[in-house]
């Protein structure tokens, strides 16, 4: 079973920076494809970034392309979301993902990941 912890939430002005964290265990880190998902009040969860196991391609959404960057550590066991140049519509809990047999069709579908975080809460206020 894999456990995903994600912490780095916060309260941030409009333009500031946050750094989330998602720990990683219960499976080889390598072995999984890692997603970030957010969802805002009121609306869907939606798709926000991944990293696919053994690839060095990352995918974003449009609204957060050039803003936000994902990245893994596997020494640690980590996947990163930097998220620079916030904005109020940026304001939702973010939840980290993970599967071990995502294809790229189905990276920013939220039902194809098995496994899930319990959330962190972000948000950007002007």
């Known amino acids: 079973q894999v456990q995903l912890v994600e912490s780095g939430g916060g309260s941030v002005q409009v333009g500031g920076s946050l750094r989330l964290s998602c720990a990683v265990s219960?499976?080889?880190?390598?072995?999984?494809?890692m997603g970030w998902f957010r969802r805002a009040s009121g609306e869907e969860r939606e798709f926000v970034a991944a990293?696919?196991?053994?690839?060095?391609?990352?995918h974003y959404a449009d609204s957060v392309k050039g803003r936000f960057t994902i990245s893994r550590d596997n020494a640690k066991n980590t996947v990163y979301l930097q998220m620079n140049g916030l904005k109020p519509e940026d304001s939702a809990v973010y939840y980290c993902?993970?599967?071990?047999?995502?294809?790229?069709?189905?990276?920013?579908?939220?039902?194809?990941?098995?496994?899930w975080g319990q959330g962190t809460r972000v948000t950007v206020s002007s």
């Open positions: 993902a993970a599967d071990s047999g995502i294809i790229l069709s189905q990276l920013r579908v939220p039902g194809a990941y098995d496994n």
């Open positions: 219960g499976r080889s880190f390598s072995t999984l494809t």
């Open positions: 990293s696919r196991r053994g690839a060095t391609t990352t």
